[in-house]
C-alpha cells in the first residue's frame, strides 16, 4: 500500500480528554531510537545554545495519532546552534564535526548556526530576514505555528513558543512571526499530503 494510503487508512488517536504536554511530546520523539542517540552524542560538542528541533520532533507526535513508527515521513534532523562566529568557515567546521559523530546513523542531519542565517536567507528565498539574537528565534520563525518546538541538548527542556495545542490537535496556522502565505502554503500541504487530517486554519 502507498505510504499516503497508509496514513489515510489509520485512524487518528487523539486520546480525548487528555491534552498534549511537554512531557507527552518528549516522550513521542524519544520513542524515535535516532533522537534517542543525537541528544545522547550532542552535548559533547558543546556547541552554544544547540538545541535538537522541528520535523523529527512533532512528526513522531503525528505519528503517533496516526499509529505509524515514530521515524515515518522524516526527511531529517534539524540541529540549531548560536555562535557569534559569522564565517562560513566556523559553520562548515561544526557541520562537518556533526557529519562525523552522527555518520553512522544513516540519517541525515542538517545544522545552522541561527547566527547567520539572516546572512544567506535572502538570496536563497527571495525574502528579508532579521539578524537573530538566539537559537530560540530561530525556531520561534518557523513557517506553522505549531511546529516551533525544539529540545534543548543540554537540559532536554522542551522549548514550544506558541504551546502545543495545536500541534495536538493538527491545526495548521501560519506563524504571525513570519506571514508568508505562499510558503506557508506549500508547508502546509506537504503536510497535509503525509497526515492528511492536519487542518488549516485562519
Known amino acids: 500500500m502507498p505510504a499516503a494510503a497508509r496514513v489515510a487508512a489509520c485512524s487518528v488517536d487523539r486520546r480525548a480528554g487528555v491534552a498534549l504536554s ?3 511530546l518528549i516522550d513521542a520523539a524519544l520513542t524515535n531510537p535516532i533522537n534517542v542517540t543525537l541528544l545522547e552524542r550532542l552535548p559533547s560538542l ?9 520535523g523529527c520532533l512533532y512528526q513522531a507526535w ?5 499509529g505509524l513508527p515514530p521515524h515515518w515521513g522524516v526527511k531529517d534532523y534539524d540541529l540549531f546552534y548560536f555562535d557569534h562566529d559569522l564565517s562560513w568557515e566556523a559553520e562548515d567546521r561544526v557541520i562537518r564535526q556533526v557529519a562525523a559523530l552522527t555518520a553512522d546513523l544513516g540519517v541525515t542531519v542538517e545544522v545552522k548556526n541561527q547566527a547567520r542565517v539572516h546572512l544567506w536567507y535572502p538570496q536563497r528565498f527571495g525574502l528579508a530576514y532579521p539578524q537573530l539574537n538566539s537559537s530560540r528565534e530561530g525556531v520561534d520563525r518557523y513557517l506553522v505555528a505549531c511546529t516551533c518546538v525544539a ?4 537540559s532536554g527542556e522542551l522549548y514550544a513558543p506558541f504551546g502545543l495545542n495545536e500541534l495536538d490537535h493538527g491545526l ?5 512571526l513570519t506571514p508568508q502565505p505562499e510558503l506557508f502554503a506549500g508547508k502546509a500541504e ?5 497526515w492528511p487530517w492536519l487542518t488549516l486554519i485562519d
Open 62 to 66: 503525528w505519528n503517533r495519532q496516526a
Open 151 to 154: 529540545i534543548d541538548v543540554v
Open 172 to 176: 495548521l496556522r501560519c506563524n504571525p
Open 46 to 54: 558543546s556547541l552554544p545554545q544547540c538545541v535538537l528541533t522541528a
Open 22 to 24: 511537554a512531557s507527552g
Open 190 to 194: 506537504s503536510y497535509r499530503a503525509r
